[in-house]
């Protein structure tokens, strides 16, 4: 699995020119828009919320001693609780409402790298935009599932390193699982999608990681972590696809077909 978060990370190098050999960014306008102002709306409704969430956490000290030191943690606490759910919750709308827009960015991608003679479901915008929604729900009750559970755990001092990078990458994975799914929904069910990507959760992993840092890059990182994060996963979902020999040419199918039906 390390190796794949590597290959994942790595994948990001070429995206520049990628994007711009194939004439992408003028697919990103919407999205980035969407990014934007998403990002906004959160910011603002989070602000203050740090303080708080800490004075709430602080109550649960009795003592009069290190009163003062306990609610300077709270309120780091509370302040790493808001930046975790707004994280999550930016994540999970940005991908789904951009599902339109980043599935066909994915489909002239994929048939950059393997052609366009080969069989995929064929799907519209509505049904982009369901299922972006349907699996965006899904991993934003898994996440939150993990999330709440390691929030606790951060309460214990030395303990909380820990958890802030198993947070970190919880919340990586499921930014790259959102990602691969751009590709995955033109060949697999949800189910189907997410056992491929639990086979695969190291360039999920990857992916996720870079899209999380990004995000810590103010406005540049708002701007281009769709861009740059959908184009290197559907590299990698891609040619995984064709190591496992998931692409069928459509005249191999129509040959398979014909010999079922004699």
Do not use: C
Not at 47 to 76: H, K, M, P, Q, Y
Not at 213 to 238: C, E, F, N, R, W
């Amino acid at each position: 699995m390390i190796k794949n978060i590597f290959i994942a990370i790595k994948a990001y190098g070429g995206t520049f020119k990628l994007i711009s050999q194939l004439g992408l960014w003028k697919y990103f306008g919407v999205p980035i828009a969407i990014s934007f102002i998403t990002a906004v709306i959160i910011g603002f409704s989070a602000w203050g919320l740090g303080d708080n969430i800490g004075s709430f956490i602080s109550r649960i000290w009795f003592w009069e001693w290190g009163a003062t030191t306990f609610r300077a943690i709270s309120d780091v606490i509370g302040a790493l609780v808001v930046i975790a759910i707004g994280l999550i919750l930016y994540k999970h709308i940005v991908m789904a409402l951009s599902a339109p827009f980043m599935s066909p960015v994915s489909e002239k991608i994929e048939a950059h790298l393997v052609g366009t003679n080969h069989q995929h479901r064929q799907t519209s915008n509505a049904s982009q935009l369901w299922r972006g929604i349907r699996i965006n729900v899904r991993n934003l009750l898994m996440e939150l599932l993990l999330t709440i559970p390691i929030l606790v755990l951060s309460l214990i001092p030395v303990v909380n390193f820990f958890t802030s990078i198993l947070l970190f990458l919880v919340q990586a994975y499921y930014a790259g699982f959102g990602n691969m799914d751009y590709t995955l929904e033109r060949h697999f069910a949800v189910k189907e999608s997410v056992a491929f990507v639990k086979k695969h959760r190291g360039i999920a992993i990857g992916n996720g990681i870079v899209f999380m840092a990004m995000l810590l890059i103010p406005v540049v990182g708002i701007i281009l972590v769709l861009p740059l994060s959908v184009t290197a996963s559907t590299t990698q979902t891609v040619r995984i696809l064709k190591e496992e020999g998931r692409f069928k040419l459509t005249q191999d199918l129509s040959e398979e077909n014909n010999i079922k039906s004699n």
